[in-house]
């Protein structure tokens, strides 16, 4: 009764054994019933079939039933029915399903490691060296020699691995005072290795060694060679002039506070402190929020009010700073205070052209604005900015850098129509992370440790108060710590 009564009161359930991969039930994939006096479980899939008679009820709550079984041999086990639509549930099947994959990651490297021992394989989080559970790492050993290795699981972002991977790589290297941890082995998924591989190359070689494996789901594992992924999924879109602004929508261009922000497609941006409240068009007038609607001259009214709306809410001075519009976006907004005190973050850059999202990335927001400009000698630089800490921002960062490289060593920049009448420099573009000061990761000086030298890295620290305005708190080259 206790079993049916959990089953029934579940909204999606699934079983659990120690060790092995979730499995879904369904009405038509379950059968509870007596053999005899024991009482039996079975449940199947296509691919596996299980069978366990019931000893005890050992726990119950409302998300997870947890019983004691006779397993072959009779000997005790344990079983457990999750209701994956509960939080308990879900990580409950979650930390399941991470233990079954660290399983596999570990045979995945006695295969590929045979002679190094397998020292340390760990699933567990660790938030004190930013550690995640999701991805499983190890640490080999052999004589007085180590590498570090981490695996992105089937469902992983395999973008976010590599960050990981360096972490790492930095921590068992400071941990470690009897070998010498000398590389970092990645594994991925098979098809997905394009990311990985085109950061690798962008690392310093003298740094550590790399090596990425891919993996198939029958459990394949194939060295990649990083320069075989070479080719990227880019494309730059010719920039076209921007036009006249219809005389009818001058009222709305003079507000306070209102931003027009040119973009590359000839389309203009209206926005107020960054966030983006219509767009123009040669023929149209799209304004809203959250749905974009035409409008016409008699909502001019209307969108005034909005205007008003968004320059209180979004005002540095406003007494609630927990304002839903103060707070939406807020890398939006530094790029507008980027955007008009340009100087401010690097004199030797010119005000204008700079460009938002060119090359554009697909696959949806990475949390990160990424802006273009050129300093005075006609050097391009690649502007990262983000408002809150995020470990992920040296890699994404060089995401960026890699493509806009990319193009501008085909002069498709120029032949584009990008940065009119400036004689583009061929070194390689400079990048600069901007961020309040306080907001840098405690992992980005590891990571960025890790870059090659060709890349001219800089951070450029804010002070906090950055929306009432620019203060530069700190400019480090590189990997240097602040003092």
Known sequence: EVIE????????????????????LESGNLSLGFRGSRLTLEV????RNLSRRIVAVKHESSARLELVVERFGRREGQLFLLDLSRR??????????????RERFGMFLRRQFPEWKLVELSAEP??????????????LRHGQHGWAALACPPEGDEGAALSFGLIWLA?????EKRAAV??????????REQTAALRLLCLDPDAARYELFSYSPEDYVLRVDPSDHGNLDTRLEPCRRSFAANEAWRPILSLPGVELVSRHNGHASLRVRGLEFAEIAADSFLFGLTER???????????????AHLDSARSPETPDREHPLYRRNPEAWLESQVRQQIEIVDASLAPEPIYGQVPAFAGGDRGILDLLAVDRSGRLTVIELKASADLHLPLQALDYWIRVKWHLDRGEFTAMGYFPGIALQPEPPRLLLVSPSLEFHPTTEAVLGFYAPAIEVERVGLGVEWRRGLQVMFRLAGAERPR
């Open 126 to 139: 660790n938030l004190e060296f930013s550690l995640s559970p999701a991805f499983p790492r190890a640490f």
């Open 171 to 175: 921590y068992l290297r400071a941990r």
């Open 5 to 24: 009564g959990f089953l029934a009161n579940c909204h999606q359930p699934a079983l659990l054994e120690p060790g092995e991969d979730l499995l879904a």
């Open 44 to 47: 199947w899939d296509r691919t």
């Open 182 to 191: 000398g590389g970092l082995a990645i594994y991925v998924p098979a098809g």
């Open 293 to 307: 609607r035409p409008s016409s001259e008699r909502q001019i009214a209307e969108i005034a009010n909005l205007v």
């Open 88 to 101: 308990a549930g879900m990580e409950a099947g979650r930390r399941s399903a991470r233990l079954v994959f």
